[in-house]
């Protein structure tokens, strides 16, 4: 609401959480496991999880269906890459600057998505129990089995702020676009406004704030409605 200027600091904190902070964390995680699962297990590993034994969508389909769901997840991570293209109209040198954000983006996420799902793996401490873990969340169990509850807690309010910032940014992107798209008259031209003062599509940020919030209600009450959301947002 509030214009570039204030997104510039939001931007930069979200790097430095996004980098230093990740890579503390998965060399915490890695220093203080009791012990690390072997090579074998991270890289050789198969687990179907979609069913009973024999009833799975590897037996049904193939495992390669089952690693291409199962990497939608870890791929939802990268959206938002193109959020520099949307901006550009708000940046300086944007014929130079939103390509190498979109390309730099891309990379460096992976980079340190990679880094951080190896770290989280090599320190699984049981796997069954991780999986069915009574917090709901395989990282949080982790966390717990590595760190203790009290440790757990801090270190998941780290990942929870990194997620408010990448939902944030994802907000912003979305509003540029809708703003795009209501000046072309694709939607009511009500919302092709940008605020005077704070020269930023203030209609159209809240538009989408409001239906995130919408999209989003569904979640509180199923994992499925979550995981839906999550992957028509990758695969779009």
């Known amino acids: 609401t509030f214009g570039v200027h204030i997104l510039r600091y939001l931007n930069n904190t979200s790097i430095l959480l996004h980098s230093a902070g990740i890579t503390a964390i998965a060399i ?14 991270v890289f050789g590993k198969f687990n179907d999880g979609t069913g009973e034994e024999g009833q799975g ?31 550009s ?13 979109v390309i730099s983006s891309v990379g ?16 699984i401490q049981d796997f069954e129990k991780t999986l069915n873990s009574d917090y709901g969340n395989p990282v949080l169990q982790i966390f717990v089995d590595v760190f203790g509850p009290d440790g757990a807690v801090v270190l998941f309010c780290l990942i929870i702020i990194c997620v408010f910032f990448a939902g944030l940014f994802s907000l912003t992107s979305n509003s540029r676009m809708m703003f795009a798209f209501a000046r072309d008259g694709g939607i009511p031209r009500f919302f092709a ?44």
């Open 108 to 123: 460096f996420s992976s980079l340190f998505g990679f880094f951080i799902m190896l770290a989280f793996l090599f320190s």
């Open 57 to 87: 969508w590897s037996d049904r389909a193939s495992p390669a269906y089952v690693v291409a769901c199962g990497a939608l997840m870890s791929q939802y991570t990268l959206t938002g890459f193109d959020a520099s293209a949307h901006l």
């Open 28 to 41: 915490a995680v890695l220093a203080k496991a009791p012990s690390h699962q072997p090579g074998s297990f």
């Open 193 to 236: 406004h940008i605020d005077k003062r704070f020269k930023s599509p203030i209609r159209t940020i809240w538009l989408g704030a409001f239906l995130s919030f919408c999209l989003s209600l569904p979640s509180l009450g199923s994992e499925v409605a979550f995981a839906a959301a999550t992957s028509i947002a990758t695969i779009g």
């Open 89 to 101: 109209e708000e940046t300086r040198k944007a014929s130079w600057s939103a390509p190498i954000g």
